[in-house]
């Protein structure tokens, strides 16, 4: 049928838009072209975005966005409170797609059916009140009538209250310090806390989390406290003053000269730091841990620890084991994956040039931390049917289930499983002879420090940073300086399990007053790996970390080490779960530095040594004894098999 032309017009009419005012498309509008106020459509979206302030007990208000997807009628809430920015957390990208929005832990939470809650906390981008890092409780470090543990409880009571789409049942989840208020709201934790899953959290930042580890300071964390803590919204960023932070350090001196150099003085967490270099009540008072200890664990916690966490390799493990003594132990359980810091949120297929052969970090949070959460928090949830210890083993690369964790003590009494060092650079489960060389020295240099990875050593947070990876570096780097010693056994002939933390203990001397000693565990891999050729001969660490001697018999009150006596030292390593394959030698290494990951020590004893002078810094003639009454060696939690119940990937 054809129209006429009056018909042809009117139908055009019809179909056309409104033309816009003639006011605002021919003249320049008044103001510019970005209006006062812009209204997003969001008649697309498949979820509501809120953002709201929420009022605390003292009148304070933080920020919060809630994320609800348009499926959840009746759900579930995951808190995470950070001082990383609330928006960004909830806003990767603008979509009407919420699963576009989310990171991969947040995405897997919204799309099983949760209600996610991100706050700003205390202080920190657009809350109210004053920020304090890691804020104590409430008691002698912490005047006020606030801490996290009061605004977690807060936030709670009023989600529950003003989220019309939840079911009432409230789950915290959070990564580093992110985790560190996670378990905070686990301290007189509110009745609607049902769930809690603290992953690589802060929890003893003196014994072995951000700050220190056994007494020796993180300086590569001043950047962080820098951007931290110098603005609000973390804007005021550090500045590389070099491509190589091993020069940049050097260049400075000491931790404390650095910081006077940036300004640092300023800023009152790091004075605070300045004050506080041994583990006297500051640090214990604060320790997450102790706090824990206190009280039944009564809300159902998952901890999640990474077995190559570069930055909270401490915390999840030591809060897990401190909740065992008190409490119902069907509330504890623990995961740990093979992951640097924060991975289990993201992509875990692989670190650096190891692959696990599945994306591990999926795989935990598919089949364990959703399984988990569904039982507690949703209603008429399933049991879960999770073990109360789902770890990676690495070397066999498979998950193993345990009903408690560690499966081998490395402190026991049993000698059977210590590894001795031996002359010319030997390794064995052998005591050492009586009538071998009794010991292997070094000369420690200040001025020569030994790098904690290859250089040029790029500052953490550089675009091009492989600071996640540093742990898994290849130590070839170190092995055959000087300045370090290295034993390993002979290619192994059966397999090595161990399942726990190794101990290293060193009868040791030094010509100075104060000494670092460094502990290496290391996987050597054999000469030629056919299926990855570039693993050949790879020392892979396994287990590593720092004591400084003047801690050696009180962490709460040092002491200069007597020049030239031998010393007993104690160090425990992280908790691993690896197999030493047959082909594989075990290497230990031990040096007196580790920089720039840590200060260099002066090796002359001084009150601080965040305030050491340079004629404070001298070489000094390290020993490292190995006969049968001043033996060195390192106790392994080792298991007589694989041990556990293997469960399949994806």
Partial sequence: MMLGASQTGAAMAREAPDPPPASTSKTVAAGGDIPAHFKPMLSTYDYDKRDVMIPMRDGARLHAVIIVPHTVKHGPIMLDRTPYSADKMTGKVESPLVDETMRYVFRDLVEDGYIVVAEDVRGKYKSDGDYVMNRPLVGPLNPTKVDHTTDAYDTISWLVRHVPESNGRVGTIGTSYDGFTTLMSLINPNP???????????????????????????????????????????????????????????????????????????????????????????????????????????????????????????????????????????????????????????????????????????????????????????????????????????????????????????????????????????????????????????????????????????????????????????????????????????????????????????SAS????????????????????????????????????????????????????PAGKVVSYTLALPNVNHVFLPGHRIMVQIQSSWFPLYDRNPQSYVPNIFFARPGDYIKATDRVFHTPDAASYVQLPVVASADGTEVAGP
């Fill in 192 to 506: 609607a806390l049902k769930a809690a899953v603290p992953i690589n959290p802060m929890v003893d930042t003196w014994v072995g989390d951000d700050w220190f580890h056994h007494g020796a300071f993180r300086q590569e964390m001043m950047d962080y406290v820098y951007g931290q803590t110098a603005s609000k919204d973390s804007s005021s960023e550090w500045w590389a003053t070099g491509h190589d932070d091993f020069t940049v350090y050097m260049r400075h001196g000491s931790a404390g000269a650095f910081g006077r150099s940036m300004g640092m003085e300023q800023l009152p967490f790091w004075r605070r730091l300045e004050a506080h270099p041994a583990y006297d009540a500051f640090w214990q008072g604060q320790a997450v841990d102790k706090l824990l200890a206190r009280a039944p664990l009564t809300v159902p916690t998952l901890f999640v620890q990474g077995q190559w966490d570069q930055e909270d390799i401490y915390g999840a493990m030591a809060a897990y084991e401190a909740t065992a003594a008190k409490g119902d132990a069907s509330n504890r359980f623990l995961v740990m994956g093979p992951w640097f810091h924060g991975q289990a949120n993201t992509k875990g297929t692989a670190l650096g040039p190891f692959e696990w052969g599945e994306d591990t970090g999926a795989w935990f949070r598919h089949h364990v931390m959703l399984p988990f959460l569904d039982a507690r928090l949703k209603d008429n949830g399933s049991p879960a049917r999770i073990a109360p210890v789902t770890v990676f083993q690495t070397g066999s690369n498979t998950w193993r289930t345990y009903p408690n964790w560690p499966q081998a003590c490395a402190a026991c009494a049993d000698t059977g499983h210590a590894l001795y060092l031996q002359a010319n650079g030997g390794l064995s489960f052998d005591k050492p002879a009586a009538d071998a060389p009794g010991f292997d020295e070094y000369v420690s240099d200040p001025a020569k420090p030994v790098p904690y990875r290859p250089r040029p050593i790029r500052p953490t947070y550089a675009d091009d940073s492989t600071w996640h990876n540093w742990l898994v570096d290849d130590q070839r780097f170190a092995d055959g300086r000087t300045d370090v010693l290295s034993y390993s056994t002979p290619p192994l002939k059966a397999p090595v399990t161990i399942t726990g933390a190794p101990v290293a203990h060193l």
């Fill in 510 to 561: 030094t010509t100075g007053t104060d000494a670092d000693w460094v502990v290496k565990l290391i996987d050597v891999y054999p000469d030629i790996v056919p299926e990855q050729p570039e693993l050949g001969g790879y020392e892979l660490g396994i287990g590593m970390d720092i004591l400084r001697g003047r801690y050696r018999d009180d962490p709460a009150h040092p002491s200069a080490i």
